[in-house]
């Protein structure tokens, strides 16, 4: 198995912490993992992207060129629509992103990672900040579900991902994370079936 992956957004939206988190996921897999991020001399509002390849096999380069996967989280991320491999699959950020691309090869899903996260307001520490900066762990439960990846095991994964990451006064935000990850799962694969 071998998994190309593009995350296209813009500085402020967590795309470089998403990338992170999706390389260290597949790393915890036992799989051989590349991360290479890009982006421009702004802070918050250039462009941003990251390429992740994850494989069974020692990865030959880093680069994506035709990502099998495209995680387009603003309207200018949509330029990478025509490299996506035919048969790939596109999950685009549907609070920013309004118009679809104009392919017919590509399975799309449109996640709106925004209001997802939002409505898991309950799980923001005390003080803390608007629960929309979760968006991104929404589009991680998706990237999970359309790559279908087992629930348990992917859910199991991402709370040792997030506490590798998220740590000293991150970790209050480790519960309202891994909710949004459900919300972005179960809005792609449905809710879990009862045992």
Known sequence: MKRETIVAGHGGQGILEFANWLAYFHLRQGRHVAYTPSYGPETRGGKVKCYVVASDEPIDSPIVEEPDLL???????????????????????????????????????????????????????EGGRDPSIAANSVMLGAVFAASHEDRERARTAVKAVFRHFLTDRKAAYIPLNLHAVDAGFELIAGPPVPA
């Open 71 to 125: 995680i387009a989280m603003n309207i200018p991320a949509m330029d990478w629509v025509p490299r996506l491999k035919p048969g790939g699959t596109l999950l685009v950020n549907s609070s920013l992103v309004r118009d679809g691309p104009d392919r017919t090869d590509v399975a799309v899903d449109r996640v709106p990672a925004a209001e997802l996260a939002s409505a898991l307001a309950r799980y923001v520490p």
